[in-house]
């Protein structure tokens, strides 16, 4: 509580002052916490410990202490200090060099007593001034501290909620690990029975085309040995080996004898040459040798229309049940399907389970993350700040990143991702954003964003301090904690000095 000083009271210590009381209390220069080192009725010890004298060398303008602390009030010595009263306002020091060298340092003017400076004595204007911006600040914090307050309620309240979900979700990972791995034993049962059927289909096709080849094969003989049968045949019937078969030559061989008759008529002839009067190998071989075949030996008949024994390669194409009939396709388009959804089961139950692990890791490194010493500042990490200046617009996510929106285009670029705290003393009162977009022919851009107590969330300003590096000023409730020391001095009302 600030402290109250009645009229009367304040009225004595303006008689003190006026009088120059409080001056005779300690030798001119002298800081109050220094005044003990400073008793008239002793000797005066050096505060560096190089010598001692009689109290009365004590500013006789002339430099006797190595420490300069014999001179507080001169200028005698070129390492002293001066100490200014500045009664109404703050005490300040200064190097006693200063002392009487015709400007004025002292609010008090007390720097000047020998000097043709024509000093003001404005301690008291300026102390108000200062009391009046301190109480403003100490309004600031108090009114920043209840809002710190509820941050801290809402931080409390949000890590619980972190810590229920937390619970719930390692229950939901345990069930959703055993829905994978039935998901997983029903796939594997359904992806045998496909694969069996698959197997037993593409065995089906492999012999079926190992048939038909041997099919094939086995018609391209036929037609050889047909061809080969057929030249043998020309050959025989052509006796005088002109190339050409005449009714004359046809007559010659019994076995056109059709009706049986003991001898080769004109129309038996006729029959088997088509009529003409000459038949060439070709045309014997496409149409002649047909219908002489039959007629040519009852042996070689019977032996050409025989089919040829099955090579070895045919002997090894295996006729099984499988083999023979394919799966009934209703039957084959079920178990496809059992396989297919039985997949799809496991996929989305694998995918189920692996989306709550993410949300665990994610919950944890929020309940681990560090946001205040009393999470005061978990309130921000879900929001988002902007900062608007002429070409750029600046978003600061607390926890996560800084984006730079250039205004004419929308286009962003990213100047850093979360880092960390600053160190020490600075630990809530800097955040670190690296890793962001490099800079043409340059490093990565990076944030350093100073906070300072403020009754709300708000960028005060965006400087590029370097290429590619931003300083933000940032205000926040959650900083509102303790006054700076220098406020407390002046809400103190501080009067030791009378003493």
Not at 207 to 212: D, G, S
Not at 275 to 286: G, I, N, P, R, V
């Amino acid at each position: 509580m600030e402290l109250l000083i009645s009229v009367s009271f304040l009225s004595t210590i303006v008689c003190l002052l006026s009088s120059g009381t409080l001056g005779a209390l300690r030798p001119r220069g002298v800081s109050l916490p220094k005044k003990v080192f400073y008793d008239p009725s002793q000797q005066f010890y050096c505060l560096d410990g190089s010598g001692q004298f009689p109290f009365h060398f004590v500013n006789d303008d002339f430099c006797d202490c190595e420490d300069g602390s014999d001179e507080p009030g001169t200028a005698a010595c070129k390492n002293g200090v001066f100490n200014c009263l500045n009664h109404g306002h703050e005490s300040v020091n200064l190097p006693s060099s200063r002392v009487n060298d015709g400007i004025c340092d002292c609010c008090d003017s007390s720097d000047e007593y020998r000097s043709s400076a024509d000093c003001l004595n404005n301690c008291k204007e300026l102390g108000e001034k200062a009391l009046e911006a301190a109480r403003a600040v100490r309004e600031k914090f108090l009114k920043g501290e209840e809002i710190r307050n509820e941050y801290i309620k809402l931080g409390k309240e949000k890590k619980d909620e972190y810590r229920a979900l937390l619970k719930e979700l390692n229950k939901q990972e345990k069930e959703a690990l055993k829905v994978k791995n039935e998901k997983q034993d029903e796939k594997e049962n359904a992806e045998t029975r496909e694969n069996l059927i698959l197997a037993k289909e593409r065995e089906f096709k492999k012999a079926q085309q190992k048939r038909m080849a041997a099919e094939k094969r086995r018609l391209i003989e036929h037609q050889l040995q047909e061809e080969a049968d057929g030249h043998k045949a020309f050959s025989e019937l052509d006796i005088n080996k002109d190339g050409k078969l005449t009714p004359n030559e046809i007559k010659v061989f019994n076995r056109f004898d059709y009706d049986g008759d003991g001898k080769v008529s004109d129309n038996e002839v006729q029959f088997y040459m088509h009529k003409k009067d000459e038949m060439s190998l070709d045309e014997f071989l496409a149409n002649g040798w047909k219908i002489m075949k039959p007629a040519f030996t009852m042996e070689d008949t019977e032996e050409k229309t025989q089919d040829p024994p099955l090579d070895q390669e045919q002997k090894l194409v295996p006729v099984t049940e499988d083999s023979k009939i394919p799966a009934d396709d209703n039957e084959k388009i079920e178990i496809l399907k059992d396989a297919a959804l039985a997949r799809k089961d496991f996929a989305d139950a694998d995918k189920l389970y692996r989306d709550i692990q993410a949300e665990i890791w994610h919950l944890k490194r929020k309940l681990d993350a560090d946001f205040g010493e009393e999470d005061e500042f978990l309130v921000l990490e879900t929001q988002c700040f902007e900062f608007s200046e002429k070409r750029y617009l600046y978003r600061l996510c607390p926890f996560d990143k800084v984006i730079q929106v250039v205004k004419v285009s929308n286009e962003e670029t990213l100047i850093g991702l979360w880092e960390n705290w600053g160190s020490g003393e600075e630990h809530y009162k800097r955040m670190t954003y690296t890793r962001g977009a490099s800079c043409w022919n340059g490093p990565n851009r990076s944030v350093e964003v100073l906070l300072h107590c403020g009754t709300e969330n708000k960028i005060t300003s965006v400087e590029e301090s370097s290429p590619c590096t931003y300083v933000f000023e940032f205000t926040t409730p959650a900083l509102c904690k303790t006054l700076p020391p220098e406020i407390k001095k002046i809400l103190k009302n501080d009067l030791d000095f009378l003493f």
